[in-house]
């Protein structure tokens, strides 16, 4: 199974400043199979990036995703008040599935 | 709209089983496989397996193999996870997702039910 790792744990920003999200998987992910969820507390995740840095519909373009084999990033340009939440990373080139275990950006 | 609505919370006992539901609507039910994801309280993301509704056919993750069984009604469009031998780590929210892509069974998960919590206490 491909374990993905999150970095950093916990991130504290302010809004308009840029957040940088780490995700780095222990062998390297096929196709760059690759996707970013937000999640609010009590709400499902919500499909922000798939395929490494492809923008799900509605998504707005401050938030990108790049990487290739084992390193992903995500990058939020101008953090809104809203896009304080958990983030997830998510494999789906190798099964199983797997998650990274999240990074809280906070204020 | 494309939707995914699941059924309500439940509490079972250890040992028991635990069936949710998850309606669609909006689109084309059989053209999209479904998975199932959990999230154990303040914990992360844990993917239990996905079901096709054209076939059928099914894909679970080993750590479910024996107690996880995922069907699927094309009449209601309604996918179900049926989970047995609960034990109290299975206490969690429990979401369905769609997978973006047509006729596909890797992909990522644009959709997402709103969650069941099942509780699983003696």
């Known amino acids: 199974e491909v374990v993905l790792t999150q970095s950093p744990g916990t991130l504290s920003l302010s809004p308009g400043e840029g957040a940088t999200l780490s995700c780095r998987a222990s062998?390297?992910?096929?196709?760059?199979?690759l996707a970013w969820y937000q999640q609010k507390r009590g709400q499902a995740p919500r499909l922000l990036i798939y395929?490494?840095?492809i923008r799900a519909t509605g998504i707005p373009d401050r938030f990108s995703g790049s990487g290739s084999g084992t390193d992903f990033t995500l990058t939020i340009s101008r953090l809104e008040p809203e896009d304080f939440a958990v983030y997830f990373c998510?494999?789906?080139?190798?099964?199983?599935?797997?998650f990274g275990q999240g990074t809280k950006l906070e204020i | 709209q494309v939707q995914l609505v699941q059924s309500g919370g439940e509490v079972k006992k250890p040992g028991a089983s635990v069936k949710v539901s998850c309606k669609a609507s909006?689109?084309?039910?059989?053209?999209?496989?479904i998975s199932w994801v959990r999230q154990a309280p303040g914990q992360g993301l844990e993917w239990m397996g996905w079901?096709?509704?054209?076939?059928?056919?099914?894909n679970y993750a080993q750590k479910f193999q024996g107690r996880v069984t995922m069907t699927t009604d094309t009449s209601t469009s309604t996918a179900y996870m049926e989970l047995s031998s609960l034990r109290p780590d299975d206490t969690a929210v429990y979401f369905c997702?769609?997978?973006?892509?047509?006729?596909?069974?890797?992909?990522?998960?644009?959709?997402w039910g709103q969650g069941t919590m099942v509780t699983v206490s003696s």
């Open positions: 395929d490494a840095s």
């Open positions: 079901i096709s509704n054209y076939n059928g056919n099914t």
């Open positions: 909006g689109y084309t039910f059989v053209s999209h496989v």
């Open positions: 998510q494999q789906y080139g190798n099964s199983p599935n797997s």
């Open positions: 997702a769609r997978i973006r892509q047509q006729w596909y069974s890797n992909g990522a998960f644009d959709i």
């Open positions: 062998q390297s992910v096929s196709s760059r199979y």
